[in-house]
């Protein structure tokens, strides 16, 4: 585990894996989530953009299954 700082919240978080493909997180408020470093790289600058990004992977993720964030839209 890894500590680092939420990209959405900047809290205290922890890195729980990290592939090539994404970095899962563990945040005390966001929970565990994974973000593409594609999508970490375009929103970078933009945690509210990526706040609404997690809450669509939230739901589009099945029980137990970790949400993914794969893709963010800008504006
Ligand atoms: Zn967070």
Redesign the pocket.
């Known amino acids: 585990m890894t500590s680092t700082s939420?990209?959405?919240?900047?809290?205290p978080?922890q890195i729980r894996a990290k592939t090539a493909d994404y970095t899962e997180?563990d945040?005390?408020?966001?929970?565990v989530?994974r973000i593409s470093s594609a999508a970490l790289a375009l929103a970078g600058d933009n945690p509210e953009t990526l706040a609404e990004a997690l809450s669509v992977a939230q739901n589009a993720a099945e029980k137990g299954e970790v949400p993914l964030v794969d893709n963010v839209v800008s504006g």
Do not use: M, R
């Not at 939420?6 to 809290?11: G, M, Q, V």
């Open positions: 939420c990209p959405i919240t900047n809290e978080a997180y945040c005390p408020s966001c929970g989530f």
